[in-house]
RNA sequence: GGUUCCGUAGCUCAACUGGAUAGAGCAUCUGCCUUCUAAGCAGACGGUUUUGGGUUCGAGUCCCAACGGAAUCACCA
């Protein structure tokens, strides 16, 4: 479509000099998609060329019009609509573009591995408690612009980093110890992550308890919070852990160990993977040279008590503490050392992605200025991939009032809703158990994934735990299904012995939904580049959608395998193969599987 | 209070980055299965794009102000 735009609009320059007499910048001249209500395919917008022409808006489309259908064969006819000139592009045109795009596997896809290497974030759960929603949303967007950055050409390594140490995995430890009874996933049957998580909450409980009784007597509510013997024991085994104290160390390993069996469950279901793992309990010491170095290089400075700052008034931040002044690491501290020691992992990293919610925006921008300053190159391009929170009804999700909608019960429940819908529907007669599953799945879950990648990912977005996710209309299954339907038609001809390698189509067979169909197959790859530039799955979701509904219209009366003319015949079964191809390949990037019935 | 993001149909979201009469889905009504899969299609209903100014041929989109919501402004991570 770019092609055709850069095609037009040497041409309407040249009509512009051939009727009015004046060179024109490029820049003036606006093509775009003509409306479907109007007869056309491409519209020049002629407002800003009337200070050239110096007449009314219709009659300078008017003339630009007959200049064009008389020298640009691509052009047949115009019509001129208010300040708006709406070209038709001969079927010859889009009947070669459609051949041409059919012959390209994937279509749209960038040459593997001809852009820089880039990295992409996205997960980085804490060891002490189970995925829920949130990690939902991040993991599939992180997932999905790693892979749409790949279709893009760019070389991309998918990474998390593991929040394996700090005092909130010491409070399940202590908990465990103290009530866990020697309790395994293996004894109790629970994932592992969901065993860590019980006793973290089971501190909570125990810890507040002890609270109350401080409270009642006499404590003040900041002692006793701070003075809670649970919370002091599990101070003093962080403490233990950072010296190193065999024990410990065994049952972090052990306790972790639980937690990523769990983890590995889920992402499996996910479908989501990593080339790459940063634990936390690496890399939390880095960050410190990288302090001392930029002290040296006076970016940072140093207070009279010895703690480093930087001072980023000037770039309408604030002062930002880096090292406390007993020398200890804060986040930040350890952020620049871990994205530092990421470009030293990967030479020739470009840059690197952070799937990370909003709340963190602050973070990222002293981040990436922090870089810059200590002269990393390309700090700039790094880029925080914000999203917004998923709020339930009563407002946001809180583990104390129980209101975190879990990972896998969510998984779970998709893929038994499509499971029931499934075989109310009656579509699942002569499957196998085995083949009810996986569509079930590939259904339930493929709702899922667009549900939370519709949408554009800095929004924050409202999930209704009670209102089911939708299975029909603007949702993941109506494009599996019309993906499912179309296939099954070109199956049927195979197997009616009609050919499905079409080499020519005859341009006399298409009609004017046709080839508006065919445009709208062809901004494809356009599309692709947008939501890589742009980090944002929800552009491709939204045009899988449009073609989709395009296709389902058209569908419903092109009849293929009853069409007695073979031109027409041939020509739908070539659309209706580069719509499967298409729509398969942008729902992969979402994550989002094709069944092969349904 | 400062900064950032947001406010579009009863609900959930779009709007090609300044273009034509602001579009979809859900919900509510009406039609369409003897016809390649009805998880579908066609139609109806639903809007002063929070409000008020401004910029221009043209504003949901850009600027200013007000109102409302969220995040952040930690020697937490």
Redesign the pocket.
């Known amino acids: 479509m770019r092609e055709l735009d850069q095609l037009l609009t040497k041409s309407a320059i040249q009509a512009i000099k051939d009727c009015f007499g004046d060179n024109v910048d490029p820049g003036i001249i606006?093509f775009?998609?003509?409306?479907?209500?109007?007869e056309?395919h491409r519209?020049l917008?002629?407002?800003?060329l009337?200070?050239i022409s110096k007449l009314s808006?219709e009659a300078t489309g008017e003339k630009l019009g007959q200049w064009l259908v008389q020298h640009e064969d691509l052009i047949q006819s115009y019509?001129v609509?208010?300040?708006?000139?709406?070209l038709s592009v001969s079927a010859d045109y889009w009947t070669n573009q459609l051949l041409r795009a059919s012959a390209m596997n994937p279509y749209g896809f960038q040459e593997p591995e001809s852009k820089p290497l880039v990295m992409v974030e996205y997960s980085s759960p804490?060891t002490n408690k189970p995925l829920h929603l949130g990690h939902l949303r991040n993991n599939f967007l992180g997932f999905s612009v790693a892979q749409i950055l790949k279709a893009a050409g760019h070389q991309v390594k998918k990474v998390q980093i593991i929040?394996d140490?700090?005092?909130?995995i010491c409070k399940s430890m202590v908990a465990w110890q103290r009530f866990g009874e020697n309790e395994t996933p293996e004894s109790s049957g629970l994932k592992g992550d969901k065993l860590v998580g019980k006793y973290y909450v089971a501190f909570d409980r125990a810890y507040k308890e002890e609270i109350q009784s401080l409270l009642a007597n006499g404590a003040d509510e900041d002692t006793a919070k701070k003075e809670a013997p649970l919370l002091i024991a599990a101070q003093e085994m962080l403490h233990q852990w950072e010296k190193g104290e065999p024990a410990v160390v065994e049952l972090w390993k052990q306790m972790n160990g639980w937690v990523y069996d769990g983890f590995d469950a889920t992402y499996a279901e996910m479908g989501v993977d990593f080339d790459h793992l940063y634990y936390?309990s690496n890399t939390?010491l880095l960050g410190k040279d990288e302090i001392a170095r930029g002290l040296k290089k006076n970016v940072f400075f140093q207070?009279d008590?010895?703690?480093v700052w930087i001072d980023l008034s000037e770039d309408?931040?604030?002062?930002?503490?880096l090292l406390?002044?007993?020398g200890?690491?804060?986040?930040?501290?350890?952020d620049i050392g871990t994205a530092i020691k990421r470009y030293e992992d990967f030479p020739g990293l470009d840059r690197q992605i952070y799937t990370v919610?909003?709340?963190?925006?602050?973070?990222f921008?002293v981040l990436f200025k922090i870089l810059e300053k200590l002269g990393v190159p390309g700090a700039n391009r790094n880029f925080h991939l914000s999203y917004?929170?998923v709020?339930l009804?009563e407002?946001?999700m809180k583990s104390r009032e129980g209101t975190v909608v879990d990972a896998d019960d969510l998984l779970k429940e998709m893929a038994e809703t499509?499971q029931q819908?499934?075989i109310d529907?009656?579509?699942?007669e002569g499957l196998d158990e085995e083949a009810i599953k996986t569509?079930?799945k590939q259904?339930?879950y493929g709702?899922l994934k667009y549900?939370l990648l519709?949408?554009?990912?800095?929004?924050?977005?409202?999930?209704?735990p009670k209102?089911s996710i939708?299975?029909?209309?603007?949702?993941g299954?109506?494009i599996?299904?019309?993906f499912?339907?179309a296939?099954?038609?070109i199956?049927?001809?195979q197997e009616a012995g009609i050919t499905t390698d079409i080499g020519a189509i005859d341009a006399e067979a298409w009609d004017e939904l046709e080839l508006r169909l065919i445009q709208d197959l062809l901004?494809w790859p356009?599309t692709l580049e947008?939501a890589a530039?742009?980090y944002?799955p929800?552009?491709i979701a939204?045009h899988c959608?449009?073609i989709?509904?395009a296709y389902?219209?058209?569908?419903?009366?092109?009849?293929?395998?009853?069409?007695s003319n073979t031109s027409k015949q041939h020509a739908?079964i070539s659309l209706t193969k580069l719509f499967i191809h298409e729509i398969e390949i942008a729902m992969k990037l979402l994550g989002v599987e094709m069944?092969?019935?349904?």
Request: hydrophobic share 30%.
């Open positions: 606006q775009q998609q003509t409306r479907v209500e109007f056309g519209t917008v002629v407002f800003p009337t200070r808006p019509q609509v208010k300040g708006f000139l709406n804490n929040n140490r700090g005092i909130h936390e939390y207070k008590d010895g703690s309408g931040l604030d002062e930002k503490l406390r002044k007993d200890t690491a804060v986040y930040m501290t350890q919610g909003n709340e963190q925006e602050y973070h921008k917004g929170m709020e009804p407002g946001k499509a819908m499934a529907l009656g579509k699942v569509l079930s259904v339930g709702a549900f519709k949408v554009s990912p800095t929004k924050s977005m409202m999930f209704d209102a939708d299975f029909i209309g603007n949702t299954p109506f599996q299904f019309n499912v339907r296939s099954s038609v199956r049927k001809c901004i356009e947008l530039e742009q944002d929800s552009i939204n959608y449009e989709t509904k389902s219209r058209w569908y419903q009366d092109h009849s293929i395998l009853k069409e739908r069944p092969e019935r349904m």
